[in-house]
């Protein structure tokens, strides 16, 4: 049995709303098919908001996901500047926040995740990094001559620093962890990350938390849990994510830091509601237990998968990806795959210091697996790396297939 008409309501006009769409007409979909999104601006992809965009070496039109005339050419509805305010799984029907609703014979979630608010409150000038208009915004301030202090050194507080930097700005990054994003890759090859703002000249201060934030943009201080306080034009606040789910609470679908679903991307209990992206939290055969990948990547083949399952619910697919996610920060184009914060061991190979960084570690645990890598500029090692992942290959091959490549040197294990 196929669901090749009816109506399909998308809620969500970021990737993982898009490409399901998309897919749902590549999958033979026929039938009404409403994308619906709280932003009003045409669908656009999100990671050039922190570098190209925010950069102005792009323009909105660079990184538009759909246009008008495709939309229309595919058969989608844009229903956009208006957000989803209730889902009634009972009646089948989506409430709009402008008093409208809208029906539906199936349901794709896909309102992904908002930036964890600031906790810090001043008049002005203090910045979140999540949409179009976060990057308009926080860009006219970096326009403006000033210190620039980041609070959070993951990946987006990392890719700010380094737009920053290229706009001429003294920039601070301060992160309570003793080294950037120690929690995804580990300590130690976090500290290579350490030495990358450096070697661009961004101070840091790690190991440290913030207190307060206070002033007008064009004159802040930044307190530190250290006594320390840091004057800045503007001030970026990275600290993470949270989906965007707090509007189906009374949906009677089970919320747990996303939509809970199954590996096929069906919410629990309800087979005629889906989630994909940045709000779904699906079981993971692999790791045996329900996780949330806040990742580009996952969210496009989170999409394939849950447009064949809505059009074919009796072949359905499951969902069990080869997590991989990508930064570029300064000179360095970062690709991770797997889970290498759960890992007991690392080997790098290459060199991940100074200018000409080319280089990977690889994790292990105590099964002797391949656990994750990270790679840096060197995308054959990525490629390598991401095809023994998926065929659930031991750390020893993994390293004897990236010391096989030319001009690399291998470091010690730790």
């Not at 004159?219 to 949270?242: K, M, P, S, Y």
Request: some cysteine.
């Amino acid at each position: 049995m196929t669901r090749a008409t009816g109506t399909v309501v998308v809620v969500g006009s970021s990737i993982g709303g898009v490409r399901t769409a998309q897919a749902l007409r590549t999958e033979g979909f026929t039938g009404r098919i409403v994308l619906l999104g709280r932003d009003a601006d045409l669908p656009y992809d999100k990671p050039p908001l922190s570098k190209q965009l925010l950069a102005g070496s792009w323009d909105t039109d660079r990184i538009t996901l759909l246009g008008t005339e495709a939309a229309e050419a595919a058969g989608i509805e844009l229903r956009l500047g208006v957000g989803a305010a209730r889902l009634d799984t009972a009646d089948r029907r989506i409430e709009l926040a402008d008093g409208a609703a809208l029906g539906y014979d199936a349901v794709v979630l896909a309102t992904g995740a908002g930036a964890r608010p600031s906790p810090w409150i001043a008049e002005s000038g203090v910045h979140v990094l999540r949409s179009l208009a976060d990057a308009t915004a926080l860009r006219r301030d970096l326009d403006v001559d000033g210190p620039v202090v980041v609070i959070g050194g993951g990946f987006i507080g990392a890719e700010v620093a380094a737009t920053a930097r290229t706009l001429g700005r003294e920039v601070t990054v301060v992160d309570p962890l003793p080294a950037p994003i120690g929690r995804v890759i580990g300590g130690a090859v976090a500290e290579h990350f350490t030495a990358l703002h450096h070697r661009h000249d961004v101070a840091t201060c790690f190991g440290v938390g913030v207190e307060d934030v206070r002033g007008r943009a064009g004159d802040l201080w930044v307190r530190l849990t250290d006594g320390t306080e840091l004057g800045a034009g503007t001030v970026v606040v990275g600290i993470g994510a949270v989906p965007d789910d707090a509007w189906l609470r009374d949906s009677g679908l089970l919320i747990d830091d996303g939509v809970v679903c199954d590996r096929h991307g069906r919410a629990e209990g309800s087979p005629d509601v889906y989630a994909v992206g940045d709000v779904a939290r699906w079981y993971h055969p692999d790791h045996d237990e329900h996780v949330r990948v806040e990742h580009w990547t996952n969210a496009v083949e989170q999409a394939a998968v849950v447009a064949h399952n809505v059009v074919r619910p009796d072949d359905l697919r499951a969902h069990r990806p080869v997590e991989y996610v990508w930064s570029d920060q300064y000179d360095w184009r970062v690709q991770i795959v797997g889970r290498p914060g759960t890992a007991t061991r690392h080997q790098l190979l290459g060199d991940l210091d100074g200018a000409g960084a080319r280089g990977a570690a690889v994790y292990t645990d105590d099964s002797g697996l391949l656990r994750g890598a990270v790679t840096v500029n060197w995308p054959k090692a990525l490629v390598i790396c991401r095809t023994l992942m998926g065929a659930a290959a031991t750390f020893d091959d993994a390293v004897s297939r990236l010391a096989d490549l030319p001009a690399r040197r291998a470091a010690s294990t730790r």
